[in-house]
Structures are given as C-alpha cells and as structure tokens.
C-alpha cells in the first residue's frame, strides 16, 4: 500500500531520511573502496597462486576479510533501503541522496523531490517524469496536501 505524504510530513521526516541517505552515501563509497581493494588483493593473490602455487585465494585471510565487510556493508544498506520502502519512499541515487516521495496533488499522485544537502522538500514531479522534469513546489498546480 502506497502511503501518500504531505509537504509537511515529508518536511516532519527529513531529519530521519537525513541521516538514512548520508549513512547509504557514505556505505556505498565504503563499499566501492573495499571492491576496489579485493579486486587489486585477488588479482596479486592469482599471481601468487600462479607462480607459486602454493596458497589458494580462498585461503587467503585478507580476501576473506574484505569479503566479510562488505557483506556486512551490505546488510546494512539493505536494512536502511528497507527502511525506505516501509515508508513508501523511492530511493533514486544513492550518491546524491535522491529520493521521492508520493503525494496528492489536486487528486493527482506525484513525486515530492528531495536530495541531501536541501533543508527542506522544495521541489515535484509527476509520476513519469524523473529528476529532470523536476519543478519547484511554486509551479504545482492546486497544490500538494497539507497536514
């Protein structure tokens, strides 16, 4: 079930979805940097393998390690993305904090529109337009819904 919010509700919810969009930003970051660091440990460890072959890269414990964090990074991500959609709002860019959220306006669903470092909901879409055709809350015909 879709959960429609007001402009303040969305407003109400911003310090919340704050910290949840900084917290995926910074883990999706942490996360390509371990992908990068395994990438460039199996690639040595292959080598090693190979001309060594004496240590096989399943054995190897910073591989291990590398793995395990990011599964754990990635727990966390999924947890917080969780958190979104029990909310009923759409995360559209992790590294920019994108999200919308639905709305009513004038009987109409639309996306508020709202990304980290804005301190308030300011912006909308219809439902088919994405971030591009994204409009300040002054151009919204009839208005979104208060509380």
Excluded: K
Aim: include cysteine; glycine fraction near 10%.
């Amino acid at each position: 079930m879709t959960q429609f919010y007001s402009l303040d509700d969305a407003n109400d919810l911003l310090p919340e979805l704050m910290q949840v969009a900084g917290r995926l930003r910074d883990q999706r970051e942490e996360l390509v940097g371990l992908r990068d660091a395994y990438r460039l440990r199996e690639s040595t460890v292959i080598e090693g393998v190979i001309a060594e072959t004496a240590e096989s890269g399943d054995d190897d414990v910073e591989l291990r390690r590398l793995r395990l964090r990011m599964r754990g990074i990635v727990d966390q991500m999924q947890a917080d993305v969780a958190w979104l959609d029990e909310r009923s709002i759409m995360l559209r860019d992790i590294p920019t904090g994108l999200v919308d959220l639905p709305a009513l306006a004038g009987g109409r669903p639309v996306w508020l529109c709202w990304r980290l470092g804005e301190d308030s909901v300011g912006f909308w879409h219809g439902q088919e337009d994405g971030f591009a055709g994204r409009l300040p809350l002054a151009f919204l015909r009839d208005g979104v819904a208060r509380a």
